[in-house]
C-alpha cells in the first residue's frame, strides 16, 4: 500500500509538471513532492524495521533492508536535488539556456526519473528491474541533452546508444535467467520473482546462469559506467545540467549496482562467490585505476567529478565481488556515502561553474575569497571524496582496505595505487579552484547552500558516530547478499 | 567526575575541538578572538602537559572506550607512559607556541581570515593530542589525518601565493602517501592476528598478536615508511623545507618542533609495543636512515639563506638523530641487552623533547625576526641584536642548544646517544662492532656541522651590520607575548639541560614499559648533580658543575679586571687603509657555507655561475661581476620528477581509449562482451 | 699527610693558569733557536698580557654584547677545562663532571663563541675567520670522536680518570690501537689549536689567517684574556694527550710525594712534547685551506684503523 | 506437445530471420535497410504466433500482435517517413568491407551456437535449436552498430539486437512474462521517439547524420 502511494505520488507529480512545469512555482512543486515521497519513504523504512525484515508489498514489489536504505537516499537526494535545481535551474533561466518550455519539461522529466529508479528498487520482479532501468535512462537521455548544444547532443546520443546496447545485453541475461528459474520454479511470472529465486537459487543450473551472469554483468556495468564501458559517463555528466549531473552520478549509478548485486547474489547461490565475485573484482580494479590516471589530466571540472564517480563505484563494486561482511558493508557504505558526497560536490559545482560562466578548471579561480560557501562546500566534499577522515567515504574505505588486507592482501596495492592517484589528482586540480585570489569576471551568486551542507554533515556522520540501529541495520542488509 | 590524568588529556583534547566549533561566531571581534582563543589553547595544552607528566612520574596506564567510532570498533583511548610523555611533548611546545600567537596573530592584516588560522591550529592541536592517545587502528588514523588536513590548511594559510599553495598540496600528498601505507601496516597486523571483523584492530589486540618474521617485517617497513614520510626522513624529507617556511611561524614552530614527533612515537609504538621481538637488522636499516638523515639534513640546511628554510633542513637532521637513538635500541634489544636498549631509548626520547623545544625556539624567533623585518632571506638582514635584544638573546639560546653545547639540552641528549654508541663492543655481532662506531663518527661530524651552521644564522642574522635595502630604524623589537612564548621555551632548553637527571629518573617508566629495565637508578646513583649512564667509572657528565664553575670564573675575571679604572672607547671599523667598508663587504651566508659547499659538493646539486658584465666604451675591464649560485636538492630529480612523469603518462595512454568515435564504444563493449564470453562463459 | 682533593684542584687550576703562557714562551724560543733567530725569552708571554691588561679597550662602534662577553666566557670555559683533566692527580672533586666526550663540546662552546664574536664587527676577514675555523673543527670532530673511541676501548670508559687510572694501574703493555690513536691524535690537536700546518698563529697576513681573524678586533685586556686562554688550550690538549697516552706518574691520591714526581714528570713531558710540536712546525709548510680534508681525513683514517687494530688484534 | 511441422517452420523462419540479419549488415542503401528490418520484424512475428500455436502459450499471440505493430509497421514506418523527411536517403553509408564483415558474422554464428550448445542440452522444448540464432541475430545486429557510420543505420542495428532478444525470448522459454513483455514494448516505444528526436537534432546540429563527426568530446589530444 505505501509502496504503491510512494510511487503514485511521484509519477503523479511528474505527470502535474508535465503540464504546469513552466509555472512560476513549479520548482517548488518539484520540492513538495520530493519531500513527500521522502516522508513516506521514511515512513516505509520504519514500518521495515518495525517488521523486522521485509514487506512484501504485493507479488511485484517487495521491500527489505537493502533496497529501502536506498530508497530512503534516493528520494533524500532527489529532494535535495530539486531544492538545488530551484536555484540553480532560475539562474540558468536568467542567463537564458533554458526556455518555458524546457523548464516544462525538466521537471516532469526530474520526477519521471525518480519513479523509474523507485520501481527498480522496489520491484521484486528482475524483468520489471530491466524495463525501470531503461525507462530511467530514455527519461535521463533528453535532460543530458536539454541545452540542445552539439556538445549535449553528442553527448546524450553517445548514453542512448551506449546504454541501450548495454540494457540490451542485460536483457538476454534476464531471458536466460528466467530460462534457468523456470526449469525450477515452472513457466509463469513468479519464476522472475526475486523473493523466489534468492529462496531457490542454489538449484538453478550453473551453467545457464553462468552465461546469464556474464550478459547482466556487461549490461548493467555499462549503466554502471565500469571500465571499459564507461565511455558515456563523462560526456553525459559534463554536458547536462548539474542538478541532472548530480543525480545520475548519485543515483542512477547505485541502481545499476544494486542490479548487479543482486543479480550476484543469485548467481553466488548456485556457483558459490568466487564466480561472479572475480568479475566483479576485476572489473572494479580496471574502473578504479583507469578513473584515477584519467582524473590526472582533465580539464573540465565535470568531466574530473564524472571519473571520480567511476572510480568510486569501481571501490564498490570491487568490494561487492569481494564479497565477505567487512567487504560488503563497506560496499553497501560507500554506495550511500558516495552517492550524497558526489551530489554534494556537483551542487557546488555547478555554481562555481554558473559564477564563471564556464566549466573549464583553468579559469575557475578563488571560490572561498568570491563565494565562501561554495568554496568551502566543494574544497570538504573533494575531502570526503579523496577518503579523508573523518568522511564516512574514509570509513567505508578502511572497511573494504581491511578487508582486502585480510581475504586478498596481493590485490590491496593497486587498490592503494589508485585511491593515491586519485587522491592527488582531485586536490591537484581543487586546491587552486578553491584557494587563492579571485578569479577576473567571476561575478557573485547567491547559492543553495542547505543541500550542500546537509549532504556534508550526513557524509560526515558515519566516519565519527553510526547509530547503532543503523549498524545492524546495514548488517542485516548485508546478511540479505550472502 | 573524579579527576584522573586520562580525563585530563581528554578535557585537552575537548576544550580545542569545541573551541574550534565556536570560534566562528567571534570572528567579528578580532582581538577578543585572538585573545580568547588561543589562551584557552594554551590552557589546554597546559592540562595535556600536566596529565602527561603525571603519567610518566607514576608510570600509570589508563584506558577509555567512547561511545563514537565504528559499529563494531568504538574509538578506544589508551594513556600510558610513552604516550603521557608525548603528550608533555605536544603540550609544552603547544603551550609556548599559543602564548607566542597571542603576540604574532596581531601581525596578520585583515586580508587573512583569523578564524580560519583558530579553527584550524585548535583542530592541529586536538589532531596531535589524539594522535597520542589512540588506541585503535580506526582512531588511530582518523587522529593521524585530522593532524595533516589541518596543519595543510595552515600551510596554506597565507594562499594567495602560489608557492604556498604548490608546498601545501606537496605536503598533503606525501602525508596521505604515509597514512595510507600505515593503514596497511594496521591491516598487515590485524590481517595476520587471525581475529574476526574488527577484533584485531584494537592496539590491545596488535600487542597480543603474534606474526611470522615475513609479515612482522612487512608491517614494521609499511609503518616505518609511513612514518618517515611524516617526519621528513631523507629521502621523503622534500616537502619539509617546502612546507614549514610558508607555514605562519606559530604553526612552523609546532610543526616541526611537534608534529613531527607524532612520527617518531608511531614508530616506537610499532617496534616496541606491538612486534616486541625483531631482528637486529631492522634496527640498522632505521639506524641508516637516521645517519643518512642527520648528515644531509645539517649539510643541506648549511646551503640555505632562507631563514625558515635552514631550520626546516635542520628538523630533517634532528629527526635523524633521533632516529640512531631509536635504532640503536632496536639493535640492542634485538641482542636481548634491555639495559643498553633503554639507555639509547632514552637518548632519543629525550631528544625528542629537546628539539621540540628548541626548534620551536628557533621557529618562533624566526617568526619574530619575520614580523619585525618581513625579511626570511638571511642575505638581507643583520645586527639585528641591537634592534632587538630579548629576540637575539632567545634565539641565542635556541643555537646553543640545538649545536648541542653544554650546558644546555641538547647537548644532553647527543652525549647520551655517543654513550649509546660507545656501548656497541658490547654486541655479539662483530661486522656491527666494527660498523656501529662509524656511525658515531657521522653523529659527531652531524653535531660540528650543526654549531657551524647556527655560528652562520646567528652571525649573519642578528650580528655584524644590516644589510637589507630598508631602513633598519624601523625594526623594532617584538610584543611581550611573543617574547613570553620564546622565554618559556628558552627556560625549558635551560633546565633540561641543566637537571638531566631529574628528567631522566622521571621518563624512566617508559624503558620500564617498553623494554623492561631502568636506568634511572644507575643514571643518579652519584647523587642527582652527576649524569652516570652506565656507571660512575663508565662515563660522567655534571652540567650544574659545568655551568656553576664557568659561572665562577667568568665572574671572577670580570670582577677582578673591572675593580681597576679603563674606559673603553668605540670608534669605526678599522678598515685596512681601503676605501670606507660597507655593509655589502661583509662575509654572507653563502661565502660562509662556501668551504663545506667545496669540500662535500658532490652531495649537492650545485650550479655557479660567473658574469663579466663589460660596459660599452671599453670592453677591457668588467664594470660589474654577476655570480649565480644555485644548491638543489639531489632527490628531487632522482625519486619524484620520475613518478609524476609516469603517472602523467599512463593518464595520457588511458586518455588514448577515449577516443570520442562511438563505434570504437561500442567495439569496446562487444569485445568485453566476446571476451567474457569466450573465457568464462 | 694527603692533600685534600680541593686543594689538589686548586692546584691544578692554579698550574694550568700560571704555566700556560710560560709555555707558550718555552715554544716560541725553541722555535727562534731553530730558526735561528734571537729568542725573546720565555716570559716574554707574561709581559705581553700584563701589558695588555693594562691597556685601554677599543671597541668597533657596532660591537655588541657577545663581542665583550666572548673574551669572559671562553677564558672561563678553559680554566674549567683545566679543573677537569686529570695533570697531576686523578683525585679531582670536578674530574667526573666532563668526560672526554664532553670535553671536547667544552672546546666546542669556545670555538662557538670564538666565531659569533669573529662575525660581531661585520668585516670580512672575521667572518672569513670563523668560516675556515668552524669548517676546520667539523671536518676534525669525526676523527677526534673516532681516536677518542679507539683509547675509550681500552680502558672501557670515557672518563680520563679511568683511563688514566687503568693505564698507569696494568702493566704496560705496547697497544697498537694507542698508537694509531696517538698519531691522529697529534694531527687533530694540530688542527685545534691551530697550529701548522694547518694554521700559523704568528702570521697576520689576512688570506691566510684562520683563528687569528676572528680576533683582529680584539682589544686589551679582551685580547689578553682570549690569548691567554687559547695558551691554556694548548697546554691543556697537552694534557689531554698525556693523560689518555702516556699517562704514568699522574698521582692516584694526594701524597705530596707522589704530587712533586707527578709535578716534574708533567713537566718534563710537556717540554718534550713542545719540542716535537716545534720540530713538526719548523719542518712543515702551512697548507691550503683545500688540503684540509685530506689531511684530516687521514686524521679519521689512523682514528678508525686504531679502532679496527683494537678489535682485531687485541 | 510438439508438433514437428511448427518445429520444421520455427527452423525456416530462424532461418530466415538470420538470412536477413545478415542481409542487414551488408545493405548499403537506406531504404533497403529498413525494408530488410521491416521483413525481420515479420519473420518474428510469424514464428511466435507458430511458436505460440505449437505450444499452446496463448499469450504468445499477443506479443506476435505486438511485434507485428512495432516491428512491421510503426518503426519501419517511423523511420521511413524520417529518411523521406530529412533527405538522407541518397546519404552514402559506407561499409567497412563487406566480405571481411561477413566472415565475422559467420564467427559469430558459429560462436554463438557453441554458447548455446549447453542450453540446448537442458531445454526440452522444440525451439531450442534457435536460441542460437537468437543469440546470433543479437550479436550480429551489434556488429552492424560498430560497422555502419550512419545514425539511422545504427538505430537499425540496435532494433535487431532488439529484434534477436525477443526471439531469444521466445525460443527459450516461450516468450517472457506478460507485464515484461509490455514492458520492453513501452521502452521501445519511447527509445523510438526519443530517436525520431534525436534525428532530427543530429541533422540540424550537424547536418548529416554520420556519427563520425560526432567526436568532440574525447580524452586523447
Known amino acids: 500500500m505505501i509502496i504503491l502511494s510512494l510511487l503514485g505520488i511521484s509519477i503523479l507529480v511528474a505527470l502535474i509538471l508535465a503540464f504546469v512545469g513552466d509555472w512560476k512555482y513549479a520548482p517548488e512543486v518539484n520540492i513538495s513532492g520530493s519531500l513527500l515521497t521522502f516522508a513516506v519513504s521514511l515512513v516505509l523504512a520504519f514500518q521495515v524495521y518495525g517488521e523486522g525484515g521485509s514487506v512484501a508489498g504485493s507479488t511485484y514489489f517487495f521491500v527489505d533492508y537493502l533496497n529501502i536504505s536506498l530508497v530512503v537516499l534516493t528520494t533524500l537526494v532527489s529532494t535535495t536535488t530539486a531544492i538545488f535545481s530551484r536555484r540553480y535551474m532560475r539562474l540558468e533561466r536568467e542567463h537564458g539556456r533554458v526556455g518555458h518550455w524546457r523548464m516544462r519539461f525538466y521537471h516532469a522529466m526530474f520526477q519521471l526519473f525518480i519513479f523509474a529508479m523507485l520501481i527498480a528498487l522496489l520491484t521484486n520482479n528482475f524483468g520489471v528491474l530491466w524495463i525501470s532501468m531503461e525507462l530511467a535512462t530514455l527519461a535521463t537521455v533528453l535532460l543530458v541533452s536539454l541545452y540542445r548544444t552539439p556538445n549535449s547532443i553528442e553527448a546524450a546520443w553517445k548514453y542512448f546508444i551506449l546504454c541501450g546496447v548495454g540494457i540490451a545485453q542485460a536483457l538476454f541475461g534476464t531471458v536466460l535467467l528466467y530460462f534457468a528459474a523456470e526449469r525450477v520454479l515452472g513457466a509463469g511470472g513468479d519464476a522472475l520473482l526475486w523473493t523466489n529465486l534468492s529462496r531457490v537459487s542454489a538449484q538453478l543450473d550453473p551453467t545457464v546462469l553462468r552465461l546469464a551472469f556474464v550478459f547482466l554483468m556487461v549490461g548493467y556495468g555499462t549503466k554502471a559506467g565500469l571500465v571499459p564501458l564507461h565511455n558515456w559517463l563523462p560526456d553525459a555528466h559534463s554536458e547536462g545540467p548539474t542538478p541532472i549531473s548530480a543525480v545520475l552520478s548519485g543515483l542512477l549509478l547505485n541502481i545499476a549496482l544494486y542490479a548487479l548485486i543482486r543479480c550476484k547474489a543469485l548467481v553466488d547461490g548456485s556457483l558459490g562467490p568466487g564466480f561472479a565475485g572475480n568479475i566483479m573484482m576485476g572489473f572494479g580494479l580496471i574502473s578504479l585505476l583507469t578513473a584515477a590516471f584519467s582524473m590526472l589530466r582533465q580539464k573540465d571540472i565535470k568531466r574530473l567529478f564524472a571519473y571520480s564517480s567511476i572510480e568510486h563505484m569501481g571501490i564498490a563494486t570491487f568490494a561487492f565481488g569481494l564479497g565477505g561482511p567487512l567487504a560488503t558493508f563497506g560496499g553497501v557504505l560507500h554506495m550511500l556515502v558516495h552517492s550524497l558526497a558526489k551530489s554534494a560536490t556537483f551542487f557546488s559545482v555547478g555554481h562555481a561553474a554558473q559564477m564563471h560562466g564556464t566549466q573549464e578548471m583553468a579559469k575557475i579561480r578563488g571560490l572561498i575569497k568570491g563565494n565562501p560557501a561554495v568554496g568551502w562546500g566543494l574544497f570538504l566534499g573533494v575531502m570526503a571524496l579523496a577518503g579523508m577522515p573523518p568522511f564516512g567515504i574514509f570509513t567505508s574505505e578502511f572497511l573494504i582496505l581491511t578487508a582486502t588486507m585480510k581475504e586478498a592482501p596481493w590485490l590491496a596495492p593497486p587498490l592503494l595505487l589508485g585511491l593515491t592517484v586519485a587522491f592527488a589528482a582531485l586536490f591537484f586540480k581543487v586546491q587552486p579552484m578553491v584557494a587563492g585570489g579571485k578569479a577576473p569576471g567571476q561575478q557573485a551568486l547567491t547559492a543553495a547552500n542547505i543541500p550542500v551542507f546537509l549532504h556534508l554533515a550526513l557524509v560526515l556522520a558515519p566516519g565519527v558516530y553510526l547509530p547503532v540501529f543503523l549498524a545492524d541495520w546495514f548488517h542485516l542488509a548485508v546478511e540479505i547478499l550472502r | ?681 | 699527610m694527603t692533600l685534600h682533593p680541593f686543594a689538589m684542584e686548586f692546584l691544578q687550576v692554579g698550574l694550568v693558569v700560571g704555566l700556560a703562557p710560560g709555555f707558550a714562551g718555552w715554544i716560541k724560543v725553541l722555535k727562534c733557536r731553530l730558526q735561528g733567530r734571537a729568542a725573546p725569552g720565555i716570559i716574554q708571554p707574561y709581559r705581553d698580557i700584563r701589558r695588555l691588561f693594562s691597556k685601554d679597550v677599543v671597541l668597533a662602534e657596532n660591537a655588541s654584547w657577545i663581542f665583550r662577553f666572548t673574551p669572559y666566557l671562553v677564558f672561563g670555559v678553559t680554566v674549567m677545562i683545566g679543573g677537569i683533566i686529570p695533570l697531576i692527580s686523578v683525585e679531582l672533586p670536578l674530574a667526573s663532571t666532563a668526560d672526554v666526550i664532553a670535553l671536547v663540546m667544552l672546546f666546542g662552546i669556545i670555538r662557538f663563541f670564538t666565531a659569533l664574536a669573529g662575525m660581531d664587527i661585520g668585516t670580512a676577514f672575521g667572518g672569513m675567520g670563523s668560516s675556515r675555523e668552524m669548517t676546520i673543527s667539523s671536518l676534525a670532530e669525526p676523527a677526534m670522536l673516532m681516536a677518542v673511541f679507539a683509547v675509550s676501548l681500552a680502558s672501557n670508559s670515557t672518563s680520563l680518570t679511568q683511563m688514566v687510572s687503568v693505564m698507569t694501574q696494568t702493566d704496560f703493555s705496547i697497544r697498537p690501537s694507542l698508537a694509531f690513536a696517538l698519531a691522529a691524535f697529534i694531527l687533530i690537536a694540530l688542527a685545534e689549536t691551530g697550529r701548522i700546518p694547518v694554521d700559523n698563529p704568528a702570521t697576520h697576513l689576512e688570506l691566510t689567517m684562520i683563528h687569528e681573524a676572528m680576533l683582529l678586533e680584539y682589544s686589551g685586556r679582551h685580547l689578553a684574556l682570549i690569548e691567554w686562554a687559547g695558551m691554556m688550550k694548548l697546554v691543556l690538549f697537552f694534557g689531554l694527550g698525556i693523560a689518555a697516552f702516556c699517562p704514568w706518574g699522574i698521582s692516584p691520591s694526594g701524597d705530596p710525594g707522589r704530587l712533586a714526581l707527578a709535578f716534574v714528570l708533567l713537566a718534563a713531558k710537556l717540554l718534550l712534547g713542545g719540542a716535537i710540536m716545534v720540530l713538526i712546525e719548523t719542518c712543515l709548510a702551512k697548507m691550503r685551506i683545500f688540503r684540509l680534508p685530506d689531511y684530516l681525513g687521514s686524521a679519521f683514517l689512523l682514528a678508525t684503523l686504531g679502532m679496527i687494530a683494537f678489535f682485531i688484534l687485541e | 506437445m510438439a508438433h514437428p511441422l511448427a518445429a520444421q517452420l520455427n527452423s525456416l523462419l530462424a532461418a530466415l530471420i538470420l538470412l536477413s540479419a545478415f542481409a542487414l549488415l551488408t545493405q548499403r542503401k537506406k531504404m533497403a535497410i529498413v525494408h530488410t528490418f521491416a521483413w525481420q520484424g515479420l519473420f518474428l512475428a510469424i514464428s511466435t504466433a507458430v511458436i505460440g500455436f505449437a505450444s499452446g502459450e496463448h499469450h504468445l499471440y499477443i506479443s506476435s500482435l505486438l511485434t507485428l505493430a512495432m516491428k512491421v509497421i510503426l518503426l519501419p514506418y517511423i523511420l521511413y517517413s524520417l529518411i523521406i523527411k530529412l533527405k538522407i536517403h541518397r546519404e552514402i553509408d559506407a561499409v567497412v568491407n563487406i566480405p571481411s564483415t561477413m566472415l565475422i558474422g559467420l564467427v559469430l554464428v558459429v560462436f554463438s551456437y557453441h554458447l548455446t550448445a549447453p542450453i540446448r542440452e537442458l531445454s526440452s522444448l522444440m525451439t531450442r535449436s534457435t536460441l542460437a540464432v537468437a543469440l546470433a541475430t543479437v550479436m550480429l545486429g551489434m556488429l552492424m552498430m560498430v560497422t555502419r557510420r550512419h545514425a539511422v543505420t545504427q538505430i537499425l542495428g540496435f532494433l535487431e539486437m532488439e529484434n534477436g532478444l525477443f526471439f531469444a525470448a521466445t525460443s527459450a522459454t516461450y516468450g517472457m512474462p506478460m507485464v515484461v513483455e509490455l514492458g520492453v514494448a513501452l521502452d521501445l516505444l519511447i527509445a523510438a521517439f526519443i530517436f525520431g528526436i534525436f534525428f532530427f537534432h543530429i541533422n540540424t546540429n550537424f547536418d548529416s547524420l554520420d556519427v563520425d563527426q560526432m567526436a568532440k568530446l574525447r580524452e586523447m589530444d
Open chain 2, 1 to 681: 567526575m573524579v579527576v584522573s590524568p586520562l580525563n585530563l588529556a581528554v578535557f585537552s583534547v575537548l576544550l580545542p575541538l569545541t573551541l574550534a566549533c565556536m570560534a566562528p561566531l567571534a570572528h567579528r571581534w578580532r582581538t577578543i578572538q585572538i585573545s580568547l582563543s588561543f589562551s584557552l589553547l594554551a590552557l589546554a595544552s597546559l592540562v595535556a602537559v600536566i596529565a602527561g607528566a603525571l603519567t610518566v612520574g607514576e608510570g600509570t596506564v589508563a584506558t577509555a572506550i567512547l561511545s563514537l567510532g565504528l559499529p563494531g570498533l568504538p574509538f578506544h583511548l589508551r594513556l600510558d607512559p610513552l604516550a603521557g610523555f608525548f603528550l608533555v611533548v605536544i603540550g609544552l611546545m603547544g603551550l609556548c607556541a599559543s602564548i607566542y600567537s597571542l603576540g604574532y596573530m596581531q601581525g596578520y592584516g585583515k586580508q587573512h581570515s583569523l578564524t580560519r588560522m583558530v579553527v584550524f591550529y585548535a583542530l592541529f592541536l586536538a589532531g596531535m593530542f589524539l594522535v597520542a592517545l589512540a588506541d585503535d587502528a580506526y582512531f588511530f588514523l582518523v587522529a593521524w589525518e585530522l593532524m595533516a588536513a589541518s596543519s595543510y590548511f595552515l600551510v596554506m594559510y597565507e594562499d594567495d601565493l602560489a608557492a604556498n599553495r604548490a608546498a601545501a598540496f606537496l605536503y598533503l600528498l606525501i602525508a596521505h602517501v604515509g597514512a595510507i601505507a600505515i593503514l596497511l601496516a594496521f591491516g598487515v597486523i590485524a590481517g595476520q592476528s587471525g581475529q574476526e571483523g574488527f577484533a584485531g584492530y584494537t592496539f590491545a589486540a596488535m600487542r597480543g598478536s603474534h606474526l611470522s618474521s615475513g609479515w612482522a617485517a612487512a608491517a614494521f617497513f609499511l609503518a616505518f615508511f609511513g612514518f618517515a614520510a611524516k617526519a621528513g626522513v631523507i629521502p621523503l624529507h622534500v616537502w619539509l623545507p617546502e612546507a614549514h617556511p610558508v607555514a605562519p611561524s606559530n604553526v612552523s614552530a609546532l610543526m616541526s618542533g611537534v608534529m613531527l614527533k607524532t612520527s617518531i612515537y608511531g614508530i616506537c609504538r610499532f617496534a616496541f609495543d606491538f612486534i616486541k621481538i625483531f631482528p637486529w637488522w631492522w634496527g640498522v636499516i632505521v639506524l641508516a636512515f637516521g645517519l643518512v638523515s642527520a648528515v644531509m639534513g645539517v649539510l643541506y640546511a648549511l646551503m640555505q639563506h632562507d631563514l625558515k628554510r635552514l631550520l626546516a633542513y635542520h628538523s630533517v637532521e634532528n629527526i635523524g638523530i633521533i632516529l640512531i637513538g631509536l635504532g640503536l635500541a632496536m639493535i640492542f634489544t634485538s641482542f636481548h641487552l634491555p639495559a643498553l636498549a633503554a639507555l639509547a631509548l632514552i637518548a632519543a626520547l629525550y631528544h625528542t623533547l629537546n628539539h621540540a623545544m628548541f626548534k620551536g625556539l628557533l621557529f618562533m624567533g624566526a617568526g619574530a625576526v619575520l614580523h619585525a623585518t618581513h625579511e626570511r632571506n638571511m642575505e638581507e638582514m643583520g645586527g639585528l641584536i641591537h634592534r632587538m635584544p630579548w629576540t637575539a638573546a632567545l634565539f641565542l639560546i635556541g643555537c646553543v642548544s640545538i649545536s648541542a653545547l653544554p650546558p644546555f639540552n641538547g647537548f644532553v641528549s647527543e652525549w647520551l646517544t655517543f654513550q649509546a654508541f660507545l656501548l656497541s663492543p658490547a654486541l655479539p655481532q662483530p661486522l656491527l662492532q666494527l660498523l656501529i662506531p662509524l656511525g658515531a663518527a657521522l653523529l659527531a661530524l652531524t653535531g660540528a656541522l650543526a654549531a657551524a651552521c647556527f655560528v652562520k644564522v646567528y652571525g649573519v642574522t642578528f650580528l655584524g651590520q644590516w644589510r637589507g635595502h630598508q631602513r633598519p630604524t624601523q625594526i623594532h623589537e617584538v610584543n611581550w607575548p611573543m617574547r613570553l612564548g620564546m622565554l618559556l621555551a628558552a627556560l625549558s632548553c635551560f633546565c633540561l639541560g641543566v637537571m638531566p637527571t631529574l628528567v631522566i629518573s622521571w621518563l624512566d617508566t617508559i624503558p620500564a614499559q617498553l623494554c623492561g629495565t631502568h636506568v634511572a637508578e644507575s643514571a643518579s646513583q652519584f647523587g642527582w648533580m652527576w649524569l652516570t649512564p652506565i656507571s660512575e667509572n663508565r662515563a660522567s657528565y655534571s652540567a650544574p658543575l659545568v655551568l656553576l664553575g664557568i659561572l665562577a670564573v667568568v665572574a671572577v675575571t670580570w670582577l677582578l679586571l673591572h675593580g681597576r679604572q679603563s674606559q673603553i672607547r668605540r670608534l669605526p671599523i678599522w678598515d685596512c687603509g681601503f676605501a670606507k667598508l660597507t655593509p655589502r663587504m661583509q662575509y654572507t651566508a653563502t661565502s660562509f657555507a662556501m668551504p663545506i659547499r667545496r669540500v662535500l659538493g658532490f652531495l649537492f646539486a650545485v650550479r655557479e655561475q660567473i658574469t663579466l658584465i663589460y660596459p660599452l666604451n671599453h670592453p677591457a675591464n668588467p664594470e660589474r661581476i654577476q655570480y649565480r649560485l644555485r644548491v638543489r636538492d639531489r632527490f628531487w630529480n632522482w625519486l619524484y620528477q620520475p613518478q609524476s612523469v609516469a603517472a602523467y603518462w599512463v593518464g595520457r595512454q588511458f586518455g588514448k581509449l577515449q577516443h570520442g568515435q562511438i563505434r570504437v564504444y561500442l567495439l569496446y563493449s562487444f569485445l568485453t562482451l566476446l571476451v567474457l564470453l569466450v573465457f568464462l562463459g
